[in-house]
């Protein structure tokens, strides 16, 4: 079965910064596009980011747009999400999940990833 897991989330004032972090089975981080969602209490699990294998891949939601930045370290086998100027809007569950890396107009959808980790708590206070 094949694990992600997330790490990093925690409790920060608005305006403040977070980096959440997700290792990668190898085989999986060497091929697949990679994405973030997050899931606040009460609602859809939302995209937030994703990146495929090259560089300039990167796409984004507009409700994080210009504060979030995803990355990927191949030697590390790890995906990051660091998030700037942090909201209390942005207080969720965050998931990151795989998906093959073919067609970048399916990256911000759910029903294109495969595996998925456990999520890592992100809590903004005001």
């Known amino acids: 079965q094949v694990q992600l897991e997330e790490s990093g989330g925690g409790l920060v004032q608005a305006g403040g910064s977070l980096r959440v972090s997700c290792v990668v089975p190898?085989?999986?981080?060497?091929?697949?596009?990679m994405g973030w969602f997050r899931q606040a209490p009460g609602k859809e699990r939302e995209f937030i980011a994703a990146?495929?294998?090259?560089?300039?891949?990167?796409i984004y939601a507009d409700s994080v747009k210009g504060r979030f930045t995803i990355s990927r370290d191949g030697a590390k086998n790890t995906v990051y999400l660091q998030m700037n100027n942090l909201k209390p809007e942005d207080t969720a569950v965050y998931y990151c999940?795989?998906?093959?890396?073919?067609?970048?107009?399916?990256?911000?959808?759910?029903?294109?990833?495969?595996?998925w980790g456990q999520g890592t708590q992100v809590t903004v206070s005001s």
């Open positions: 999940a795989a998906t093959p890396p073919y067609y970048k107009s399916t990256y911000g959808s759910r029903a294109a990833y495969s595996y």
């Open positions: 190898g085989h999986i981080a060497s091929f697949y596009a």
């Open positions: 990146i495929g294998r090259s560089i300039g891949s990167e």
